[in-house]
């Protein structure tokens, strides 16, 4: 087939030109034999029991520095999968297209997500494509959802444990730093990528070293500020975090300086947190600095019964306040 | 010539040693002083310093913070907002502004449910993004809403220059540019607020010169600081008042010496006053009617002046905050957020009843976010 420039309503229309966008574009990059055997629903075998998640992706502008809206589309669901213990297996991945969307673009986006489903070995296996007219949607929405056999059981936001360690697994803030860099044309320069990446891999050498894990969370929209906050109120125990272990890298610091952005509010998509008792904490360390995603992992904390339900934040200096939810939009300050 | 790293931006201010260093000279230094020093911190960015670093907690007792009028989103009055409301909803229409002005409350809604309701609102990271907006929308009326004190200002004033370099004619200008000094000589006249020291904004004395201050110390016996927001520069501005009550000096000094003169940018005072000139009366929000405490644009550029060009759809009563709400009072100086009671409970940065609780720099978002532990 001769690929068009543009994706055009008649690649949503269920005829030939739908055909050959599945054949020459999803088959051609997704291949496995479930996906190929085309049926109206994918059969699947599983041996364990099964983590079940799903997740739309839509973000502006959809290629950005470290990635895309498809990589991101599958180390997002992948990484829900293995937050949760589970062996990422079986993806759908679902298009909703502008109409006018450039072919080559989708082709990229395409190819990105077949190369990220490399690091966990998750496949493809049933989809969907709509196109929509122009202005029904922005550019390109993705939605995937995943299943996963879940290798360790009792990982849960409730089972914090007074006395466990934080732990993060790299510098926090730079998917949502990267990103309001291209958005708002902010005219610096500097390479700030984001941090988009699968995370199945750390968490499957945390298993492998029989690490025990209270909690573990990928800190996505809200960052790290909304996943010790949901932590310590899910768990009611108090998380005492200490500022200057927090890894931040040095161009979103700057981002964040002068904007009057807290680092730890931005999204991250290839960091967690994870919380694990005491005795474990450097097992757990050893085991995330095998992976190169997380080989700058270090410990940030402990939790405690100080205050029930809050987190606080220690400086290197000797006074401490709490770290909030972030709370609306990210404006940047006035003043 | 070496190029400015971001590191740069912060990097030296916030040394764990120099901190607790100062800390401890301070506490050492506040022994023989007489009174307490209610220290009013004019500027919430400084607000923000304060509690976001925990820097009361390294103080002694007789050292106490004022939180001042200086947020340019608390200080809005529910009228202004209502403008705001009013010009976005008008047809073919893209309203511009800055930060956390989308949320605040106006008399019934917000910029931000506006937004949701339909209406083009866009939050800008630099006024000059405005031009771009214009010269793609040129089938539209693009309304930036101007705000902030003297920080702000010369860059509505850029704006407006490139607006009419360029022949731009359908971006218009609502100007709430407000003043610092009126806000705190009304502050000081009206006698209640027990403040005996100020730490001066470093951000507005870059533009408008260390100069505006010089007449508080003679008249309010209250010595003036200016300094630079980062915890160093807080603490060393502190320092240095209590320096000035233990010799007892009553005078302005600065201690954002790496930016400030005491004449600061002449190039921007000029483009200012070629554009705009002070207002009569500014209506502030919980304080009340402050003469020439803003700005409004000169006659000559009435044909940008959304206020003057839109008159007929902008409400003029003024409307006062929720009864309970005590934001005005804290702006004063005379009440702190947790005397408020509906801090923290009926009024939260999500569901803010008043200002205070909406801006990032507000006392009663700080409070809130930061607590104390």
Not at chain 1, 83 to 92: D, F, H, R, V
Request: charged share 20%; aromatic share 6%; glycine share 8%.
């Amino acid at each position: 087939m001769t690929s068009p420039k543009q994706i055009q309503l008649s690649h949503g229309g269920g005829g030939e030109e739908t055909n050959s966008l599945i054949h020459d574009l999803f088959y051609h990059y997704f291949s496995n034999d479930t996906l190929l055997a085309a049926e109206d629903a994918a059969v699947l075998e599983v041996k364990k029991k099964i983590a079940f998640t799903t997740d739309s992706f839509t973000v502006s502008p959809i290629f950005f520095n470290g990635g895309n809206i498809g990589k991101l589309a599958i180390a997002g669901t992948v990484n829900d999968l293995a937050m949760m213990g589970a062996k990422p297996l079986y993806l759908s991945a679902s298009f909703m297209i502008e109409e006018g969307f450039s072919f080559d673009d989708l082709k990229t986006i395409v190819k990105a997500m077949a190369e990220e489903l490399k690091h966990s070995g998750a496949k493809i296996v049933c989809g969907d494509t709509k196109v929509v007219p122009k202005g029904a949607v922005d550019k390109l929405f993705i939605n995937t959802s995943g299943i996963g056999e879940i290798e360790k059981e009792g990982i849960s936001a409730n089972h914090l444990q007074e006395g466990d360690i934080i732990i993060v697994s790299g510098d926090v803030g730079r998917h949502g730093a990267a990103i309001l860099m291209e958005r708002e044309g902010l005219g610096i320069s500097g390479d700030l990528k984001s941090d988009c990446a699968t995370l199945w891999p750390a968490v499957q050498a945390l298993i492998d070293a029989n690490v025990s894990i209270s909690a573990m969370r990928d800190a996505t929209r809200g960052g790290l500020s909304a996943v010790l906050n949901e932590w310590a109120e899910q768990s009611a125990v108090c998380l005492e975090i200490k500022e200057s272990n927090i890894p931040v890298d040095q161009a979103v610091q700057g981002i964040c300086e002068l904007f009057g952005f807290e680092a730890f509010d931005f999204a991250n998509e290839g960091t967690f947190i994870l919380s694990v008792p005491e005795k474990d904490a450097q097992m757990a360390l050893a085991a995330l600095h095998t992976v190169e995603v997380t080989k700058k992992a270090t410990m940030i904390g402990q939790v405690s019964r100080k205050k029930e339900g809050r987190v606080i934040l220690h400086s290197a200096y000797g006074s401490s306040r709490y770290l909030d939810l972030p709370k609306g939009e990210l404006l940047p300050r006035i003043c | 010539m070496s190029e400015l790293q971001l590191k740069d931006l912060y990097d030296g201010f916030r040394d764990p040693d120099v901190i607790k260093a100062l800390a401890k000279t301070i506490t050492d230094e506040t022994k023989n002083l007489k009174e307490t020093l209610n220290i009013m911190e004019v500027c919430g960015g400084h607000t923000h310093t304060i509690m976001k670093y925990g820097l009361k907690q390294l103080l002694p007792h007789n050292i106490d913070f004022i939180h001042g009028p200086g947020c340019p989103v608390c200080i809005m009055p529910k009228e202004r907002i209502d403008h705001a409301i009013a010009l976005a909803q008008m047809e073919d229409t893209i309203l511009l502004t800055l930060g956390d002005m989308i949320r605040v409350p106006g008399s019934k809604s917000s910029l931000a449910v506006e937004r949701a309701n339909g209406c083009d609102i866009r939050a800008l990271y630099s006024p000059l993004d405005a031009i771009k907006i214009a010269l793609e929308n040129p089938d539209k009326k693009v309304v930036f809403f101007a705000i902030g004190f003297e920080t702000t200002t010369p860059m509505t004033a850029a704006l407006l220059e490139q607006v009419e370099k360029q022949g731009i004619t359908n971006l218009y200008f609502h100007i709430n540019h407000v003043l610092v000094p009126p806000a705190v000589d009304a502050i000081m006249a009206d006698g209640q607020a027990k403040i005996n020291a100020f730490i001066g904004p470093a951000h507005v004395s870059v533009i408008s010169g260390a100069k505006i201050y010089q007449p508080l110390p003679e008249k309010y016996g209250a010595p003036v600081v200016v300094s630079g927001f980062e915890p160093i520069d807080v603490l060393q501005s502190i320092l240095m008042i209590v320096r000035q009550k233990n010799e007892e000096r009553c005078e302005m000094e600065i201690q954002y010496s790496r930016s400030v003169t005491l004449e600061g940018n002449i190039k921007a005072q000029e483009m200012i006053a070629k554009f705009m000139e002070p207002r009569k009366h500014f209506r502030w929000r919980g304080i009340g009617d402050i003469p020439d405490s803003a700005l409004e644009l000169r006659e000559e550029y009435a044909a940008y002046d959304a206020e003057k060009i839109f008159a007929d759809i902008l409400p003029t009563e003024p409307i006062d905050d929720h009864k309970l709400c005590i934001c005005g009072t804290i702006l004063k100086g005379l009440a702190k957020p947790n005397n408020c009671q509906v801090f923290g409970t009926a009024c939260t940065p999500n569901n803010p009843m008043g200002s205070c609780m909406v801006s990032a720099e507000g006392a009663c978002n700080a409070y809130y976010r930061y607590g104390e532990i």
